[in-house]
């Protein structure tokens, strides 16, 4: 009796949603602004699109020359800008997650070397659940859109 009953379940398997994994995640405008001269520090925006069907969160990041990267977020708190470190942002299927100035953002800290404009960095995303990706960040002159 029980054989009936494994087997059957295994072939509902391919009706329940199929997991997420880093490549059904979209990123765009993936970038970092120019580090300021002197400041060991830079912060970088991106957007991420889910399509797969489960559920993500961006839980980490990492780049070669960046000791430490943070997910960010500012928020007004009584008037004043803060900014607050975040251990994870969620992204539900079909969702889309923006990392954009004011808001969500990469705080990178202990640069071994300034980001230079036109330069491009490989940055390790980690997304819990859904594995990893190395996307390529454009270096941008934060005067420029």
Do not use: W
């Amino acid at each position: 009796m029980l054989k009936p009953a494994v087997l059957s379940l295994l072939l509902a398997a391919p009706l329940v949603a199929a997991p997420t994994l880093a490549d059904d995640l979209a990123v765009s405008d993936a970038h970092f602004r120019e580090s300021i001269p002197g400041q060991p520090r830079a912060v970088g925006f991106l957007t991420v699109a889910n399509r797969g069907g489960g559920d993500c969160a961006l839980v980490g990041a990492s780049a070669p020359g960046i000791e430490r990267l943070e997910i960010h977020e500012h928020r007004h708190d009584n008037g004043v800008m803060r900014m607050r470190r975040v251990r994870s942002l969620p992204l539900p299927a079909g969702d889309t997650l923006t990392l954009a100035p004011g808001g969500y953002h990469l705080m990178g800290f202990g640069l071994s070397a300034p980001l230079k404009a036109g330069a491009t960095l490989a940055v390790t995303l980690d997304f819990g659940p859904c594995g990893t990706r190395v996307e390529s960040f454009a270096i941008r002159d934060p005067r420029q859109r």
